[in-house]
């Protein structure tokens, strides 16, 4: 596949009234601005990538600047030289920002999918004629009956794996509400929290010591993510599972995780690593030195959330955190549906959506690229 147009396009993106992101990290959150890539070649077969931008709070990178950075890369890419040359140049350019690799990689794996009539997650080398995984589903804060109210949702539509967003509260209120939210679902669902990072490193052992009567499955990056000294002390096991997310920003990240001696869980997203490829291939790792993955993403668009789908489709990870695109009422992609705990596409080649260009805003388009 050879691209000989490609368009840049940007979306403001909203969910329902009361769907409220809301975490430690991240602070209220009013909307998703999505950016998305549009490759076509001479036989119109389009592939479409897509990246949330005002996620300042995971990556430092503003709006403006992961526009820019995607304006400048793309313009210069060899996109007439075909998929690989573009992914090598990415490769060497090191100042391609992970965001706008995985742009362009989506993009061109939905493409390169689409040309040979498979899925993107058969470029993986794994055939999965169902294209449907395992999801949870978060709890972000909010006041303890709007928690335990959005928990019950997602119960009665039967998702059976709930993340609660604590960190914000302190450890004692965070454990009264924990332990509540266990009480009111019952001891059978898949209950994890996330801190984002808000524990100092003194305070882990004893706060994941208060936390383990709520039966966790993980409890997400409970110390800050440089705090390397905490993953070497808790590699090899905690009171409560601990699965690192802020820790594991790159590549180059993964295998520190692996060289530490991590023996616990470890969360991968395309954004972070720069590419569903390398979603694949950094999760493939993990999983051979025995670390459980689960593939996640952040709040984002249908593009992006089935993008994550494809990479854990080809993983299988014990976790797999997809609920990203649920309760969007404007979503430019059609083809995304969310069943009872799981999620699922309904094409069967390349990434498996639709996409409305004209509900989006054009800002580029580079012909005969
Ligand atoms: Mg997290």
Known sequence: MTPTRVRLFDATLHYRPGLQVHT??????????SLYLVVEDAESVRGVGEVRTNIAYLNGLSTAEVTGQAYRALEDL?????????L???????SATAPVRALAETALADAAARSAGCGVCDLFGVTRPARRYHTNQSIFHGDDDAMAAAAERYVARGFRRLKIRLGLRPPDADRTVLLRLRDRIGPDLELACDLNGAWP???VESGLRAFAEADLAYVEQPFGADDWQAVAEFAEGSPVPIMLDETVTSPEAVERVIAAGWRQHAH???????GIDRVVACGRRL??????VMVGQMNEGGVATAAALHAALALTPDHAELYGADGLVDDPSGGLDYGAGDVGVAGAAGLGLTFD???????AEWTDA
């Open 88 to 94: 090598d140049t990415l490769e060497r350019d090191r």
């Open 287 to 292: 999983q051979s030195a025995g670390i459980g």
């Open 201 to 203: 490193t003194r305070e």
């Open 357 to 363: 260009e004209a509900s989006c805003h054009q800002i």
């Open 268 to 274: 991968l997203k395309i954004v972070k690593l720069g």
């Open 24 to 33: 430690a990290s991240s602070g209220p959150v009013p909307h998703l601005a």
């Open 78 to 86: 060899p996109w007439g030289e075909g998929r690989a040359a573009v």
